[in-house]
């Protein structure tokens, strides 16, 4: 998915930037970057086009920094950031900037929690100020806590119990890695849920919300000579943490191919399966990000081709690969196996295309579409600040940097047809991957029933 | 994540004013052969976006045959005149552009967005696609057969479920009744020949709005369209206008089993149409009963004060006929009740009580504060265009939303709530595990 993000595009050479202090500007993408004496680093894009602003802010703590038997901490955390701080009671956040013609919300990765108001370029000290008073002090009420551990459950309920192919993605990746905390789900499990207290959450907050341990990525219609006074005024007063270090797990080697089933109540079989992978910190890793957009970059591209076009086995499928995770993660693959169409005769298409890279090189062609699709779409993400900024906190908390989007397309350009037959026999072995199948059990006969009436 | 709201704003209330973004000044141009043309010159990024649409929607399929403006739509790309399939898919791609197209009940909306340096290319293929698509009997074949599939795929999703169900018995007799892309029945019975008919019955330049914006001059921009569609034959098409759907005469309550941990609630009935001229009375309405996020009335009693749903919105739907008003929930199977409950209580608070002075400025300021933020992205810019077209809403729409907003009274919404609520006439779609969520017909139904 990330790889879809990473479209963003070179920044034209044409845009500088002015300031009145001393900030990285890198070649291309025009970032102003700054830290400030607490720790909290900035990254600030100068963007006039519309007179809005987006203020985001990202913490280095996903699900990947939990524990066992506590899945799901981050997220439940991420959700309490809404009920008040001594100064801003329950739920007065999101009032205060709706009232201001604002969008807020929130969102929490494996790697990262990140909080964002969308807003009126002139509001921009209204965000910072909300941001900077919920990273120390949160209130943490335990009733709330009680009360929002519910909506949490529901959300899993929604997002996952109830969507059969989101259900076998999450058992998928408890196979696929077993000593690694991207085992559990970034929403966690029921019986973790239940059995959490605020005690934990407290820790947690204390421990992870720290401004050296954040990263505040403003993108939009502002000026940094006035954009500046404003972050030191709201943020330098909050005192540096101590944030623990970055998990040091490592998922041990896999030695054989690893498969789960999954059998419900579901109208189409699904299949999904991944291989390990490196993720930025391999020089591999542009060559699996071309490979990716030959395979499952349009109706032009191998899988769709072969699967839903030629052979008509499939209605969706695709590949995904999440370059910029802070850890090795998987090159997935994923397909809607189409009605009375054998599973087994989908995940062996998907196989021959795997295999038919690693045999021969993709053509000229083909290779030059997939540099100019991910050219492409580097230019189009940045047609959304929202974007652009997600893009800069997603490489910068995963520990890739920021600068990492700034030769993203250059790099991209350099990869030839023989890196993608090597990284495809590389890294797409039998051995490394596991694959997940939700088989639809069979199902109760329909029993919809209406009852009508007036009252 | 926390929450991302659906649809709760009134789903055409795009925007209210150009109030801060100056630079904004589309020009609006009519040609030879019946387009209308609205451009927008923005070059701070090397891309052009073009948003097509077409007064060719689902709301025109023949009776028994529901899906045919879906299908047409499909099929757009599946192959021109000149260019296969799998050609034209390598074309568009190599560029780097993107295609879409797709129907809703009232038009049809193609989508292109290309780099700047490709825009005369992306016209090319735009133009192909739009004016000569083949409809070979093997495309329609194949994307029938994947229709079906995906008509069997979404009866796991219970949104989806709640939603036709909901629409089958609110708009029973009028075409926004009818599934958008058909059902099990009607799709069978589509032939080429009637996507070949109705292509050419509907998709002509006197039935088409294209919003250009991006980094292109208003003068190459008419360039492109009078090189690309200059040619494209006019053709006055008569459809007799659809009678407004009629109002329920009585409650239905309709409970469809599946094995889920949750219930899947759609609570309402007809809305309004966008030309009513108390849209705007309504969208604040709305805003303050269901549409206003974590503001809301209804997330604030389910969700902050009972813990019960992780989303629960309410919307008004406004098309070019009166669309939906519904309020919709998930919450664990056995809760099902006492959401029902807690909703119907806040849709008669609503009626019978005026708002607060705090709760009416709070939503206007949204609603026009906000307005910025639904006009950021050439996206987002070119389907507003298109749209406020299409209601003759006028360029001066961009300076009337917000002063018809801030002259919102609370009396106005009272009288709106009152007018465009009915508490006693509803109708209530449950999708859910029915021996857990044990809905009482009585109590769901009497609203007493």
Same mark, same amino acid.
């Given at each position: ?49 519309? &007179?809005?602003?987006? =203020?985001?802010?990202?913490?280095? =703590? ?11 901490? *981050? ?33 929490? *990765? ?42 949490? /459950? ?52 204390? !421990? ?20 500046? &006074? ?54 591999? =890793? ?13 109706? *032009? ?40 169409? /054998? ?25 030059? !579409? ?13 047609? *959304? ?31 030839? !047809? ?25 199902? !109760? ?11 | ?33 019946? @387009?209308?043309?609205? %451009? ?30 879906? @299908?047409?739509?499909? @099929? ?71 229709? +079906? ?43 080429? +020949?009637?996507? $070949? ?14 919003? %250009? ?39 239905? #309550? ?30 604040? @309405?709305?805003?303050? #009963? ?29 098309? $070019? ?83 018809? %907003? ?43």
């Amino acid at each position: 998915m990330l790889t879809r993000l990473l479209a963003l595009a070179i920044i034209a050479a044409f845009i500088v930037a002015v300031h009145d202090v001393r900030p990285a500007v890198a070649g291309r993408l025009p970032v102003q970057e700054f830290t400030l004496a607490n720790g909290l680093k900035v990254l600030l894009v100068e963007e006039p086009k519309a &007179p809005v602003v987006t =203020v985001q802010i990202w913490y280095k =703590v996903g699900s990947r920094n939990e524990v066992m038997g506590r899945a799901g901490l *981050s997220h439940m955390l991420e959700h309490m950031m809404f009920k008040g701080t001594p100064k801003y009671g329950k739920g007065e956040f999101s009032k205060l900037i709706k009232k201001n013609g604002g969008n807020d919300n929130a969102f929490t *990765s494996q790697d990262y929690t990140a909080y964002f108001e969308n807003l009126a370029a002139d509001k921009l000290a209204l965000a910072l100020e909300l941001e900077a008073d919920r990273l120390q002090g949160l209130l943490l009420d335990d009733k709330e806590f009680q009360l929002e551990r519910e909506v949490v /459950k529901e959300e899993r309920r929604l997002r996952i119990e109830d969507v059969p192919p989101a259900y076998l993605v999450e058992q998928m990746y408890a196979q696929a890695f077993m000593t690694h905390p991207y085992h559990w789900p970034i929403i966690g499990w029921f019986n973790d849920l239940d059995a959490m207290n605020r005690q934990d959450l407290k820790a947690y907050y204390e !421990k992870h919300y720290a401004p050296n341990n954040a990263t505040l990525v403003i993108v939009g219609d502002v000026k940094a000579e006035t954009a500046l &006074p404003l972050i030191r005024k709201y943020f330098e007063g909050l005192p540096m943490g101590s944030p623990p270090p970055p998990p040091s797990v490592v998922e041990p080697e896999q030695k054989g191919e690893r498969r789960i089933m999954v059998k419900r109540e579901a109208q189409l079989p699904f299949i999904y399966f991944g291989y390990k992978v490196p993720n930025f910190k391999s020089p591999d =890793v542009r060559a699996l990000a071309v490979l990716e957009t030959i395979l499952s970059a349009g109706k *032009s591209a191998r899988l769709f081709d072969a699967l839903v076009y030629r052979k008509k086995l499939a209605l969706q499928v695709g590949a995904g690969y999440n370059e910029l995770a802070a850890s090795p993660e998987l090159f997935t693959f994923y397909a809607v196996v189409k009605p009375d169409v /054998k599973i087994a005769d989908v995940e062996k298409a998907v196989l021959v295309e795997i295999e038919r890279l690693k045999k021969e090189p993709p053509s000229d062609m083909e290779l030059q !579409k997939a540099k100019n699709q991910v050219e492409a779409r580097y230019l189009f993400e940045q047609d *959304s600040i929202f974007r652009q900024a997600m893009l800069l906190g997603t490489a910068e908390t995963a520990g890739a940097g920021w600068q990492y989007i700034a030769d993203y397309v250059d790099k991209v350009r350099a990869v030839t !047809k023989e890196d993608i037959q090597r990284v495809a026999r590389t890294y797409l072995n039998e051995d490394t991957r596991t694959i997940g199948i939700l088989i639809p059990a069979a199902q !109760k006969p329909p029993s919809g029933q209406a009852a009508g009436g007036a009252q | 994540m926390r929450r991302l709201l659906t649809a709760a704003l009134l789903a055409l209330c795009i925007a209210p004013a150009f109030s801060h973004a100056a630079d904004i000044k589309p020009i609006r141009v009519v040609t030879d052969n019946g @387009m209308t043309l609205l %451009i927008q010159d923005q070059p701070s990024l090397p891309i052009v976006t073009v948003n097509v649409l077409i007064k060719a929607g689902a709301v025109l399929d023949p009776d028994a045959k529901a899906g045919v403006a879906y @299908m047409t739509a499909g @099929m757009l790309d599946e192959g021109t005149k000149t260019r296969s399939a799998t050609r034209l898919a390598q074309e568009i791609e190599f560029l780097g552009a993107e295609f879409a197209a797709k129907a809703t009940n009232d038009f049809t909306t193609a989508t292109l967005r290309v780099l700047q340096k490709d825009a005369d290319r992306g016209f090319t293929l735009l133009a192909d696609i739009l004016r000569n698509p083949a409809f070979s009997e093997k495309e329609v074949v194949r994307l029938r057969s994947e229709l +079906q599939g995906e008509l069997q795929g979404e009866k796991d999703d219970p949104g989806t479920v709640a939603g036709k169900a909901f629409d089958e018995i609110v708009f029973k007799g009028h075409p926004y009744q009818r599934p958008i892309n058909g059902d099990d029945k009607t799709v069978a019975k589509v032939t080429r +020949q009637d996507i $070949v008919a109705f292509h050419d019955r509907f998709y002509r330049p006197n039935r088409t709005i294209v919003a %250009i914006v991006g980094d292109i001059r208003e003068s190459e921009a008419l360039a492109l369209v009078k090189k690309h569609f200059g040619s494209w034959a006019k053709k006055e098409t008569v459809v007799p206008p659809a009678p407004a759907p009629e109002p329920l005469h009585k409650s239905v #309550l309709k409970l469809i089993d599946k094995d889920l941990t949750q219930a899947t609630v759609a609570l309402g009935h007809i809305g309004i149409d966008r030309k009513n001229p108390d849209f705007y009375a309504v969208s604040v @309405m709305n805003y303050i #009963l269901g549409g206003g996020g974590f503001s809301s009335r209804l997330v604030n009693r389910i969700r902050d004060e009972q813990g019960l749903a992780y989303d629960v919105d309410s919307a008004f739907e406004a098309h $070019v006929m009166p669309g939906r008003f519904t309020v919709t929930l998930q919450t664990r199977n056995a809760a099902a009740n006492q959401a029902i409950a807690a909703a119907l209580a806040e849709i008669k608070r609503i009626r019978t009580e005026p708002v607060s002075e705090q709760e009416l400025a709070d939503a206007k300021a949204y609603l026009i504060g906000s307005f910025p933020l639904r006009l950021d992205t050439t996206g987002k810019l070119a389907g507003l265009l298109a749209v406020v077209e299409l209601h003759s809403l006028g360029l001066s729409y961009f300076d009337d939303y917000p002063k018809a %907003i801030a002259a919102v009274t609370k009396e106005d919404i009272l009288r709106a709530a009152q007018t465009y609520i009915n508490p006693d006439l509803y109708a209530l779609v449950v999708v859910a595990k029915q021996s857990e969520a044990k809905i009482d017909a009585s109590a769901v139904l009497g609203a007493k």
